[in-house]
């Protein structure tokens, strides 16, 4: 299995950075907790379309959804599942009283985030949204569906060429104190 060039380089880049396995695991919890800190007032901004209330939240998952296909399809359809979850989690939050709801936002929100420094501090590496903010923010939301496939085994073939890839002296992304030969050992 051959992935296109600009998923595989975004896979090494975030592989390489994101090898421990606690670090990993404050991910896939910290991401979507993030994204649920985003999206909780974003549920307030909504219309219907043919009888269907749409919220901001719904529209910024399938925009992202639209982006993701652009590195892989399957990814792809399962995060449009896994953020549409998290839209009707945040309307739901959402519907509470504005002083809980916006407490909620913000603790998911920073929470989030809080976990994301601790990941990296054991990890030992900086955070890439200290480099890169906006891409940091775009992909993280991908990088959990990824890791979710490669924790549960499927895809081997595409998880075994990055790691081929960080194994290759010239692959740019790798940190100091990481060899870069494996996803998260």
């Known amino acids: 299995m051959s992935a296109n060039s600009k998923l595989m380089e975004m896979l090494c880049g975030y592989a390489a950075a ?46 992202l959804f639209v982006f993701y296909l652009t ?3 399957v990814f ?17 939050i959402g519907a509470l009283p504005p002083t809980m709801a916006w407490t909620a936002s913000a603790v998911a929100f920073f929470g989030g985030y809080a976990l994301q420094f601790v990941g990296h501090a054991v990890e030992r590496s ?13 992909a993280a939301p991908f990088f959990t569906i990824v890791e979710v ?23 740019p992304w790798p940190h100091p104190g990481h060899s870069g030969s494996d996803l998260n050992n």
């Open 76 to 92: 792809a359809v399962v995060f449009l599942v896994m953020a549409l979850l998290v839209a009707q989690l945040a309307a739901t």
């Open 126 to 138: 900086a955070p890439v949204i200290l480099k890169h903010p906006i891409q940091a923010n775009l």
């Open 18 to 63: 994101h090898q421990h396995p606690f670090n990993v695991a404050v991910h896939l919890v910290g991401i979507p907790t993030i994204m649920l800190g985003i999206f909780i007032p974003m549920t307030w901004l909504s219309f219907d379309f043919q009888g269907v209330s749409v919220n901001l939240a719904h529209l910024t998952a399938v925009a």
């Open 71 to 73: 590195l892989d399809s």
């Open 149 to 171: 496939f490669h924790l549960i085994g499927m895809r081997n073939a595409l998880f075994a060429e990055v790691k081929a890839q960080l194994a290759t002296p010239t692959t």
